[in-house]
């Protein structure tokens, strides 16, 4: 089964910052990585799908970029709204498989 | 617009069985692939199962091969997950979500991209 490794784990930031978080594959996955963002008591939400297509209806200050083992996540100004927990998600084999998440915090 | 609605989440002894629906409305369910997703409380999230549009192929996370069944009634636009032999560390909040196609280098891969909102299992004594 694929690990993906993400991090940090958790981040310290404050508004307007550019904050970027990795995510590294065990073994290559092409493009096939997609990003997700989670509040508290909510479903996951779609950001990025293939390394670095931005999802319908997600801000531009996202983005991804990245393939074959080494992926990130890039905010380029943080706003209140971002924060919370975001997840990679290697959709290259079965099992599927998440990174653990990195927790974003004021 | 895309809705999934889980139920069937509740309480249960270890050693018991639990069956979750998910309510697909919206689109088409017979032409999508989908998935169930468990977030233990104050955990990251972990794939459980998927099931292909037709039914004819399914995959399982290896915690659950033997005990999760992943089935669906695309006649009803209903998905449903059975799970036997419950154990603690089965308590979590479940989601299922639906899948969307892309073509990397002419290789067609699946993604989930939208989720609802999560029915929670207990599994307690």
């Known amino acids: 089964a694929i690990q993906l490794t993400q991090s940090p784990s958790s981040l310290s930031a404050s508004i307007g910052d550019r904050v970027t978080i990795t995510c590294r594959a065990s073994q290559d996955i092409s493009i096939a990585l997609a990003w997700y963002q989670q509040k508290p008591g909510k479903s996951p939400n779609l950001l990025i799908y293939d390394a670095s297509s931005l999802a319908s209806g997600v801000p531009s200050r996202f983005s991804g970029s990245g393939s074959g083992t080494d992926f990130t996540l890039t905010i380029s100004s943080l706003q209140p709204e971002d924060f919370a927990t975001y997840y990679c998600l290697q959709f290259n084999s079965y099992p599927q498989s998440f990174g653990q998440g990195t927790r974003l915090e004021l | 617009q895309v809705q999934l609605v889980e139920s069937g989440g509740g309480v249960v002894q270890p050693g018991g069985s639990l069956r979750l629906s998910c309510a697909a409305s919206?689109?088409?369910?017979?032409?999508?692939?989908m998935n169930w997703v468990r977030q233990a409380p104050g955990r990251g999230l972990e794939w459980v199962a998927f099931?292909?549009?037709?039914?004819?192929?399914?995959y399982y996370t290896e915690s659950g091969k033997g005990r999760f069944t992943i089935s669906r009634d695309n006649s009803k636009n209903i998905l449903y997950l059975q799970m036997n032999s419950l154990r603690a560390e089965d308590t979590a909040v479940y989601y299922c979500?639906?899948?969307?196609?892309?073509?990397?280098?002419?290789?067609?891969?699946?993604?989930?991209?939208?989720w609802g909102k999560g029915t929670t299992v207990t599994v307690s004594s």
């Open positions: 979500a639906k899948d969307r196609a892309t073509v990397v280098r002419g290789v067609y891969y699946y993604y989930m991209d939208v």
């Open positions: 099931i292909r549009y037709d039914g004819s192929n399914e």
């Open positions: 919206g689109f088409t369910l017979r032409s999508f692939g």
